[in-house]
Structures are given as structure tokens and as C-alpha cells.
């Protein structure tokens, strides 16, 4: 394989020279994902080898990847916190490790945080220098600004302009840091004791505001603020756990006003996406944003029609002039035509004459990026309901040929075809696609959605409605149970599901927005009665009664 190598600075020119390997040092950030620099998205892509330093970084590189969790493909990884034996390495094992590895492949060493910042970056780097092997550094947000960010705490202000980053041990000064400085402290949480106590004792006020934010930047972040006096306390019975970063100083006060992270409509609700693979990406990122984890869940899977002959005749039919019309009502009805399409060797451009109409905006975009312009989709409900209203009737002195071509999946309702047929076009209503029901999800999912350890399902289709009780049972009463439109919920409804959100109009960006604006109302509420704010999950039966009786 011919490798081209990108020319890197002086200092490494020689050891580049001496090996066709080479080593990235690359800061993958204390934790969320979004944080990554496109360096090294771009050096994850292109790497051989991956050696890790946290459980998580398998799974950020899949993601980045856009592999599935336990696919197989991609660059090689490699644990870089255990040896064989399964005991940790040292920082001299593990540079022996991306030496190896680093003397014939690409390698990038991902590193939590920044290579460079509280890390072993350094030493493995120098023991590249050493074996003559080259190397670059791409740097990451640290966790000793990011976390604090995360938890709403600048660390500096126009009153408070130093700070100072103390990894605690045994021979820390405290008495060196009585002045009023914000200190981030690391490795503090089994010491914080100790700590709070010197730092009284070298002068520090006992009020002294202190935050402790653990698992920063990653929906699981929980952030405890307290006092020096209290703080040792209040760790112990909160379980305040490594990892974690602590703040000390009048900074924390200002978190009262700027946190932003955990105070996200949808902050560390476990949701539930019912959908297909294909499709759940985009709804699984516009719930991210919201501060949702979603855990996909596939109920459907979409295949090619058993008989592939009628999909044939109606796209001969197509390209011979025998359609006025294609109706698409689905963006996996775009995507059956196009690759039939691209099997026969056509493209766009056999779609000369012939009007395009789509279910809605995002059927739409799908004919757009083909190339295409939609003539038709609909101004108000986004259905096929939406569709018929807008629908010309036949005239035949207008309309050359009265024949609609009609790609579909094989579970369609016959609605559209009737209302068509009404108006006084043939339709050709043929199968493109089948939708088949997907396996069972493990045991631990099935058990979660049944006992409520979901906060919330978000429902697409009426299939994914029938699907994931078929294969999975029914959600939990407390689960918060969102749905596309009226029809999806009359499906969620005749399965003895309470719908609490509705999108008002049927796209799935709406719906997770609406779903936002549930849990953001249901959060005031909870502020303004003066009871801590949980998740659905964390509630009891009785409580989550009452509060919608409310």
C-alpha cells in the first residue's frame, strides 16, 4: 500500500525519515463527544491503529466512525489502559505499546483531556523521539476549563482574574493558597477533607463557596455545590464519586444564573428512539441537544419487495413516457426508486416531463438532493390527508395522461389511492420497499422499557407503535410517551398508551422540540413548587398521578 505522508515540523523530520510509521497525540476531551477538534476527527478517520486510555473511547470512536457498537471494521484498537494480563499499565508499558505500534502504522494515541495538560503525553512522546519514530500533538479541551464551563462556573471575572490548578496529594502547601484565588483542584475528592480543612486553616473563609462536578460535560454530569465548612459532608452523602473536578472560590456563586448544561429541558432523560436504523440518526442528535441520552432501539427494518418485477415494470413505465405523476410519500420511497434507478443506469434526467410530488418537507429534501424539485407538497398537514387536498383533480384537456405512479411499502393504507382514484386518476400503487419487523432488543432493554427505566418513548409511525410492543411489550405508565401525529397516536392509544406530546406537525425535529417544551414546562413546575427536580424515571406512580392530575 503507498502511504502519503502530510510534511510535519523540523524536529520530527527525522525520525519520520527512519520509519514509515507515525504517532498522533490527540486530545479527545474530558468527555462529550461534541468536543472533539476536526484534526482529530479527521486522524481518527484515517488511523490503523487506535490506542485508548478510558473504557469510553471504543465507543467515541465508533461514533466518529459512524459504526455501530460492536461492528466490526475500521482501525485497529488498542487498550491502552490494560495489559494482556488485565493489570494496568504503566506509563512506560504504554509507550512501549504506541512505540510498536507507531514504528509501521498510523497510529493516534487518544488521550483524555489534553496530551499535554495533566496527562503522560510528554513521556510517551519523548519515547517516540527516542525510538526514532515521528509524531504530532493535536491538543484537547481540558477537562480544568471544560467541566467548570459545563457546570456554569466561569473560572475567572472581572473581580476574580487568577486562578491556579492543584492536583492534590500529600505534599500540597495550602497554607501557599490562602489569598482569594479560584482554585481547580484534581484528584481532590477522597481528600477534600482534608483540604477544606487546611485551606480554613491557612486563612480561607469557612463560607467559601465550593462546587464538585462529576462525570463534567457528559449527560451524567452532577454537579454539588457547598461551602468549605460543608463540603466533606456533603460529598459523603451525596456519594460523590471520582472522576470529578473541583471549584473553590466566590465563582462558584455565579452558577446560579449561568448554568446552562444541567438545566436543558430533556438533561439525563433516558429516551427511548423506536425507529430504523437508516433513520434514527437525526432524531438521536436533535435529542443530544436537548440533553437527552437516546438509546436506539430498531423495531423495523426496511427490504427490497419479495417480487421485484412490478417495481420493474412501473420504472420502464416510468422512463416510456406512461405517468403524469410519481407521488413519493416517504423519503425510503425516494431512496427504493433511486437505487432501482442507478440499476438500470438512469439518473434525474429520466424524469423529463413527468411532476414530482412528495409528502412533505423532508420527503422533499430527499427528491432535492436527487437533483429534483418537487411540484408538489403539501402547504398544511404533512400526510397523505395533506397531499389529497392539494391534489388536482383530472382534466382531460390538461393533463395529457391520467396515470399516477405510486412507490410505496408494502403496509400502506389505501387512503391515498382512493382519494386519487376519486379525483379521477389511475393509480399504479406499487411496492418499493417492505417493511419487516426487527429482532427482540436484549433482555436488560425489554426490562427497562417494561419497569420504567425509560423517561421518555418518541414514537415516528404507527409501525413503530405496533412494532416495539410486539417485540418489546408496552412502556412503562410513568414513561413520558411523545408521538409524530393523530394518527400515530390513535395506534399508541388502541395499545393502551397515554400520549403526553403531540407534535403539531409531523416531522421529527417538531416533535423532539415539543418534547423539549414538555419537559421544560414540567421543570418550572417542579422549580416553582419547591420539590427537586427528577426525571419521569425517578418518580413514583402515585407522585407522577397526581402531578398530571394537576
Not at 468527555?31 to 486522524?43: F, I, K, Q, S
Request: net charge negative; charged share 25%; glycine share 8%.
Amino acid at each position: 500500500m503507498t502511504r502519503v505522508q502530510t510534511p510535519q515540523a523540523s524536529s520530527t523530520e527525522q525520525g519520520r525519515a527512519a520509519t514509515p510509521g507515525w504517532v498522533s497525540f490527540v486530545g479527545s476531551g474530558p468527555g462529550d463527544p461534541g468536543l472533539l477538534t476536526v484534526r482529530a476527527v479527521e486522524l481518527i478517520q484515517s488511523a490503523e491503529v487506535i490506542v485508548t486510555e478510558a473504557p469510553e473511547h471504543a465507543d467515541l470512536v465508533r461514533s466518529v466512525l459512524g459504526l455501530p457498537l460492536g461492528a466490526e471494521g475500521g482501525p485497529e484498537i488498542v487498550d491502552g489502559g490494560f495489559g494482556e494480563d488485565g493489570q494496568p499499565l504503566t506509563h512506560a508499558a504504554r509507550a512501549k505499546v504506541v512505540v510498536r505500534h507507531g514504528k509501521k502504522q498510523r497510529v493516534v494515541r487518544l488521550m483524555t483531556g489534553d496530551p499535554f495538560l495533566y496527562a503522560s503525553g510528554p513521556e510517551e512522546a519523548q519515547a517516540c523521539v527516542k525510538a526514532g519514530v515521528g509524531f504530532e500533538v493535536v491538543p484537547g479541551v481540558s477537562s480544568v476549563s471544560a467541566v467548570p464551563a459545563y457546570a456554569g462556573i466561569p473560572l475567572t471575572d472581572k473581580r476574580h482574574r487568577e486562578m491556579a490548578v492543584v492536583t492534590c496529594g500529600d505534599k500540597v502547601d495550602w497554607s501557599a493558597y490562602a489569598d482569594d484565588r479560584t482554585l481547580v483542584l484534581l484528584s481532590g475528592v477522597g481528600s477534600i477533607g482534608e483540604t477544606a480543612a487546611a485551606l480554613v486553616e491557612a486563612g480561607r473563609s469557612p463560607e467559601t463557596p465550593v462546587a464538585v462536578t462529576r462525570v463534567g460535560t457528559t449527560t451524567e454530569q452532577q454537579t454539588l455545590i457547598s461551602t468549605l465548612a460543608s463540603v466533606a459532608a456533603d460529598v459523603r452523602a451525596s456519594r460523590i464519586a471520582p472522576p470529578a473536578i473541583i471549584v473553590i472560590g466566590d465563582v462558584v456563586d455565579l452558577r446560579k444564573t449561568l448554568s446552562w448544561f444541567e438545566t436543558k429541558p430533556l438533561f439525563g432523560w433516558r429516551a427511548l428512539v423506536p425507529r430504523t436504523k437508516e433513520q434514527a440518526g437525526s432524531l438521536s442528535r436533535r435529542l443530544r441537544e436537548y440533553g437527552a441520552v437516546p438509546e436506539e432501539v430498531p423495531t423495523i427494518s426496511v427490504e427490497p419487495p419479495r417480487n421485484p418485477l412490478q417495481m420493474d415494470k412501473a420504472v420502464r413505465g416510468l422512463v416510456e413516457g406512461r405517468y403524469e405523476w410519481i407521488a413519493f410519500t416517504s423519503v425510503n420511497a425516494v431512496k427504493a426508486v433511486r437505487e432501482k434507478f442507478e440499476d438500470y443506469g438512469l439518473d434525474a434526467r429520466a424524469f423529463s416531463g413527468l411532476k414530482i410530488a412528495a409528502v412533505g418537507d423532508k420527503t422533499a429534501q430527499a427528491i432535492a438532493d436527487w437533483g429534483l424539485r418537487a411540484d408538489l407538497v403539501p402547504s398544511g398537514e404533512q400526510s397523505a390527508a395533506g397531499l389529497l387536498e392539494e391534489w388536482p383533480p383530472y382534466d382531460d384537456v390538461l393533463d395529457p395522461i391520467n396515470r399516477v405512479f405510486l412507490p410505496r411499502a408494502d403496509i400502506a393504507t389505501e387512503n391515498l389511492v382512493a382519494g386519487l382514484i376519486d379525483l379521477g386518476w389511475e393509480c399504479d400503487d406499487v411496492t418499493a420497499y417492505r417493511t419487516v419487523r426487527a429482532t427482540p432488543p436484549p433482555a436488560p432493554v425489554r426490562d427497562a422499557i417494561k419497569t420504567g427505566k425509560f423517561d421518555a418513548v418518541v414514537f415516528t409511525s404507527s409501525s413503530t407503535v405496533r412494532n416495539l410492543v410486539g417485540i418489546a411489550g408496552k412502556p412503562h405508565p410513568s414513561t413520558i410517551i411523545a408521538v409524530i401525529g393523530p394518527a400515530t397516536a390513535k395506534t399508541a392509544e388502541e395499545h393502551g398508551l397515554r400520549v403526553d406530546v403531540l407534535a403539531p406537525s409531523p416531522d421529527v425535529e417538531v416533535l423532539v422540540d415539543a418534547l423539549a417544551d414538555f419537559g421544560a414546562s414540567r421543570r418550572l413546575a417542579m422549580l416553582e413548587a419547591g420539590e427537586p427536580v427528577t426525571r419521569p424515571s425517578e418518580r413514583t406512580a402515585s407522585g407522577r398521578r397526581k402531578a398530571r392530575a394537576k
